[in-house]
C-alpha cells in the first residue's frame, strides 16, 4: 500500500544534541510537509517543499532545518534540541498542482523526548 | 484571510447516539475543507473533503459533513456513535490562489458505553 513512513517512531536526545528525523513516502506526491504536535494541541505547520523548492514558515525557528534529497524522502534536523522541543513531528504529504494543495497524508508520527 | 473555528473543544456522547462535531471557517477563496481524525500518538487520517462539489460530503467510518456557505460551516456528524470513534478530530481548510493549511484547534470526542 502506499504510504508515509516515519523512523523512527520514537525518539531520545539530549539536550542541545542535534537529532534528525526521517519521513519517506511512496505516494509520489511532490509536496511534503513537517508539523510539530504538542499535547492537546493541533498540529503546527514548520516547513513544506514543494517539489524542491523549501517554503519556511515565519515563526519556525533557526533552530529547524530540513532537507529533501529527492520526491520520496524528507528530514528534519534539530541542531539543538531544547526541553520545549520535545513533541511529536508529523510528516505529511500531498500533491500540489500549480498553486492547488491538495489533502494531506499523515505518516505516524515521531515522538521527541528531550532530556 | 483564512481562519477555522471548532466550537467545542470537547463532546461527549453515549454509545449508539448521534454525534456533531462544530467546525465554522473564514476563507477570502473558495475553500477546500477536510476532517481528519487522530487517535492517541498516531497520526491524522482523512475522513473526508470538500473540494466545490457535492455540498454533503460522505467520509469513512460512517461520518458525513454538510458544506454550507451561508452559514460558512463544515459540521461533521455520524447517526450512531461507536467506542472506537473516540479520538481527536481537526478541522482543516485550505485556500487556492495561494496555499496555507489551516487547522482548527481540534475536538475531542468521548464515547461513554
Known amino acids: 500500500d502506499a504510504m508515509v513512513i516515519q523512523n523512527p517512531r520514537y525518539q531520545v536526545t539530549q539536550f542541545g544534541k542535534p537529532v534528525t528525523l526521517s519521513c519517506s513516502q511512496t505516494l509520489n506526491h511532490n509536496v511534503m510537509y513537517w508539523y510539530q504536535q504538542k499535547s492537546s494541541q493541533a498540529p503546527k505547520l514548520l516547513f513544506h517543499?514543494?517539489?524542491?523548492?523549501?517554503?519556511n514558515e515565519a515563526d519556525t525557528p533557526d533552530n529547524f532545518q530540513s532537507r529533501r534529497p529527492n520526491t520520496s524522502f524528507c528530514f528534519l534536523d534539530i541542531r539543538s534540541p531544547g526541553l520545549g522541543d520535545a513533541a511529536m513531528y508529523l510528516c505529511?504529504?500531498?500533491?500540489?498542482?500549480?498553486?492547488?494543495?491538495?489533502?494531506?497524508?499523515f505518516g505516524p508520527g515521531t515522538r521527541l523526548t528531550v532530556l | 484571510a483564512q481562519s477555522v473555528t471548532q466550537l467545542d473543544s470537547h463532546v461527549s456522547v453515549s454509545e449508539g447516539t448521534p454525534v456533531l462535531l462544530r467546525c465554522n471557517y473564514s476563507?477570502?477563496?473558495?475553500?477546500?475543507l477536510f476532517w481528519y481524525v487522530q487517535h492517541p500518538n498516531k497520526g491524522l487520517q482523512l475522513l473526508l473533503k470538500?473540494?466545490?462539489?457535492?455540498?454533503l460530503v460522505k467520509g469513512i467510518n460512517g461520518f458525513e459533513a454538510e458544506f454550507k456557505k451561508s452559514e460558512t460551516s463544515f459540521h461533521l456528524t455520524k447517526p450512531s456513535a461507536h467506542m472506537s470513534d473516540a479520538a481527536e478530530y481537526f478541522c482543516v481548510v485550505t485556500g487556492t490562489g495561494g496555499f496555507k493549511t489551516i487547522f482548527g484547534a481540534g475536538t475531542r470526542l468521548f464515547v461513554k458505553a
Open positions: 505529511a504529504t500531498s500533491s500540489g498542482e500549480g498553486v492547488s494543495y491538495n489533502e494531506q497524508f
Open positions: 476563507s477570502s477563496y473558495s475553500p477546500s
Open positions: 470538500y473540494t466545490s462539489a457535492a455540498t
Open positions: 517543499y514543494y517539489d524542491k523548492d523549501f517554503n
